[in-house]
Structures are given as structure tokens and as C-alpha cells.
């Protein structure tokens, strides 16, 4: 059996909770288990609504933030272990693309400086006039030129032609795997369905993966191969896309998808919901973290977390005593 890319492990993230907190710990991410395969090239898709965790993996996974307990590894290798050539390689090899394409680049620096600098840190050209080549190889990726971008500041673009810059630096460093965290909820629609081909186009003819972090179950819908759904830091679904988003188990994923308002002017959106506050299941000690949402709630609910059942029949593992 080959080593997977990459291997998340029980990971838990847990803010808070120190000797001088007056509140409980805040759990942000709990026990979160995840496999990526070297072959094929695939899109895993990581949904739900804000404060579901999203964010908090993608920064555990590119390093911004240690974790509690648990561990990530990378072709076999623990992250936190590594030497400085594996971390460089893991730095390489692990891109970014982040949501917002106004607070990522330094307004000081022309275009030109974001691609020189990885370009300068990672050795990827031996010469000027090669450096310039693939820097302009992957503006074209994007539909971009060089001549009309790399002497610009940051604002004098639009937001946009920002967020397929960083698709474009991401894939100059050819990685394996690229964690894009909310990378169209920034643009309009016309440029976020060409950042999404771009995504696919990627993913089949370079062989990059994706671990795609959205709270949009529409884009996932059109590019996902895989699928997890988070709740208070839990995953309460995961399996192929299509089998979640067309026929949902988990009580949670039914209301998510179910909160989707259907485009007719004659079927009115129920918008009077009442919800309870967003922390209190993340700082519940026991039991599962939708209880005081759920309509099947049982006695055990309220004092064991479910784990992952898998569904006879299906490629679909829910959190949830039903299918227990």
C-alpha cells in the first residue's frame, strides 16, 4: 500500500483554557482525521457554516498554527519532526491560496516581488531570463501576461486579477498540494467560475491536488471529488461529493443543504430561526455537539460524541447514533 500525501491524525486544536481562564477551553478543531492520496489528483472539498473549524485546519496544515494533540504527515513524515530541508521541500510542496486577495500581498512591493521572492528563496531558475519564462508560463495558466501585471502595484488591480496571481505563484512552485481556503467568495461570479476551471484544469493536467475549504456547497457541488462536512470543529459527513449534497444524512447536513433557498419567486425563505450560541457545544464536555439542534435527539446523544459510522451501501460516513 503507498504512503498517502498527506495524513491528518486525531488532530485537535483547542484555544483558551489556560490557569489564568475564567471560561472553559474552546475546542476549535476535534479529533479530525483525513487522508490525501499521492494518485490520481483529487479535490476534497471541506464544508460548513462559519466557525465550523475550516480555517483552523488550514492554518494547522501550512504551519501558522501547532496543534493541541494529534498529527500531521506528510509523505509518511510527522511535520512537526522535521529538519529544515523537509520543511523547506513540505513549504514547497504545500501551497496556499487564501480568501481574501486584498490583505495578502504587501502594498509596498510590484507584482513583480511576489514571484521573485520564491523565486530567490527556492531556487527555482537559473537565470533571469528564466526566472522570467515561468513566471510568465504561470500568469498564462491564470490568463494573465506579464508585461501587463508584473510592474503594478497591488492596487491597481482588481481583485480578481489579485486571486489568480496567487493561483498563478502557487502552481510556478509546481506543489503537490494546494490548500485553497474560501479562494472565489471574494469575486464575482464571471471570475469565480474561472478560477474553479482553473482548479480542475490543475488537478487533471498537472496533477495538483486540492483541499478546497468553502462554506459555498454550490462550487463543491461542481468541482469536488470528495467531501467533509464540519460542525463546532466535528466531522459530521464525509464521503463523495455528489452522494452528500444529493442525498444527506447526517440531521446537520439535511439543514445545511436544506438552508439553501430555492430560486422561486413564489416559495417563500423561512428566515425566523432561532439558534443557540454559537460556543456553547464547542465548550460542552461530553455528548454530541448538534443536541441542542437536533430533532432525533437520544439519551446517548447526550453523553458520548458519535464517531464516524459507515453507511451500508454507500461511500458516506455520518456522526450520528441513527446509523450507529
Not at 483541499?211 to 459555498?216: G, K, Q, R, S
Not at 464540519?230 to 439543514?255: C, D, K, S
Amino acid at each position: 500500500m503507498t504512503t498517502p500525501l498527506l495524513q491528518i491524525q486525531d488532530a485537535t486544536k483547542v484555544f483558551g483554557g489556560g490557569f489564568l481562564e475564567s471560561s472553559p477551553p474552546l475546542v476549535a478543531l476535534d479529533r479530525f482525521s483525513l487522508e490525501i492520496q499521492e494518485a490520481p489528483a483529487r479535490i476534497t472539498t471541506i464544508a460548513g457554516e462559519s466557525g465550523s473549524g475550516k480555517t483552523t485546519l488550514a492554518n494547522v496544515i501550512l504551519g501558522f498554527l501547532p496543534l493541541s494533540t494529534g498529527k500531521i504527515l506528510y509523505k509518511g513524515q510527522d511535520t512537526d519532526a522535521m529538519n529544515r530541508t523537509q520543511r523547506l521541500a513540505y513549504r514547497k510542496e504545500v501551497q496556499a491560496i487564501f480568501q481574501d486577495p486584498y490583505e495578502v500581498y504587501n502594498p509596498f512591493y510590484r507584482v513583480q516581488h511576489i514571484f521573485d521572492v520564491a523565486m530567490r528563496h527556492l531556487g527555482l531558475a537559473r537565470s533571469r531570463s528564466e526566472a522570467r519564462d515561468a513566471i510568465e508560463e504561470a500568469l498564462n495558466v491564470v490568463g494573465l501576461r506579464g508585461d501587463e501585471i508584473l510592474e503594478k502595484h497591488p492596487h491597481q488591480l482588481s481583485g480578481g486579477q489579485r486571486q489568480r496571481i496567487m493561483v498563478a505563484r502557487a502552481y510556478m512552485l509546481r506543489p503537490r498540494l494546494i490548500v485553497a481556503d474560501e479562494p472565489v467568495s471574494a469575486v464575482d461570479a464571471s471570475l469565480r467560475a474561472m478560477i474553479l476551471d482553473i482548479m480542475l484544469r490543475l488537478r487533471d493536467e498537472h496533477g495538483m491536488s486540492f483541499l478546497y475549504i468553502t462554506h459555498d456547497l454550490s462550487t463543491a457541488y461542481q468541482i469536488g471529488d470528495e467531501m467533509m462536512i464540519l460542525f463546532q470543529g466535528i466531522t459530521a459527513e464525509r464521503g463523495h461529493t455528489v452522494e452528500i449534497i444529493e442525498n444527506p444524512r447526517h440531521p446537520y447536513v439535511r439543514e445545511l443543504i436544506a438552508s439553501i433557498p430555492a430560486p422561486n419567486p413564489n416559495r417563500r425563505w423561512n428566515t425566523d430561526i432561532a439558534l443557540p450560541p454559537e460556543d456553547i457545544g464547542r465548550r460542552r464536555v461530553k455528548g454530541c455537539r448538534f443536541q441542542m439542534r437536533c430533532p432525533h435527539c437520544m439519551d446517548r446523544c447526550l453523553e458520548t460524541q458519535p464517531p464516524l459510522f459507515p453507511v451500508e451501501g454507500s461511500s458516506t460516513e455520518v456522526a450520528c447514533f441513527l446509523y450507529g
